[in-house]
């Protein structure tokens, strides 16, 4: 059974930091692109940052670039998202999937003073 778990959100004040991480188990997760998204109140699903699975290849949204960092340990099956400068924008679920894919229950973000 595909499984992802994502954990390390919480609330935390503007301008801090929060690193997410996704527990991977079910499946070959070094031969799988993963992509982190997000879900904010009021919004569509948004994603944040997608890395390749064998060159570690990466990308972030413009909402993302300069402040989130994604990184893998295919010795782990572990994905991660390194979040800093952090904005009450970035308040949301953040989801680990499969790019194109399945995707965990998410760890909620809270960006609040």
Same mark, same amino acid.
């Given at each position: 059974? #595909?499984?992802? #778990? ?13 690193r997410?991480?996704? &527990? &991977? ?9 993963? @992509?982190?998204? !997000? ?12 890395? $390749?699975?064998?060159? =570690? ?5 413009? %909402? &993302?670039?300069? !402040?989130?960092?994604? %990184?893998?340990? $295919? &010795?782990? $099956?572990?994905? =991660?998202?390194?979040?800093? %400068?952090?904005?009450?924008?970035? @308040?949301?679920?953040?989801?680990? %999937?499969? @790019? ?11 960006v609040?003073?």
């Amino acid at each position: 059974e #595909v499984q992802l #778990v994502e954990s390390g959100g919480g609330l935390v004040q503007p301008g801090g930091s929060l690193r997410l991480s996704c &527990a &991977a188990s079910g499946f070959t997760f070094r031969s799988y692109s993963m @992509t982190w998204v !997000r879900l904010a109140p009021g919004k569509d699903f948004e994603w944040v940052s997608p890395i $390749n699975s064998d060159v =570690y290849r990466t990308s972030y949204a413009d %909402s &993302a670039k300069g !402040r989130f960092i994604i %990184s893998r340990d $295919n &010795a782990k $099956n572990t994905l =991660y998202l390194q979040m800093n %400068s952090l904005k009450p924008d970035d @308040t949301a679920v953040y989801y680990c %999937s499969q @790019t194109g894919g399945l995707r965990g229950r998410g760890t909620q973000v809270t960006v609040s003073s």
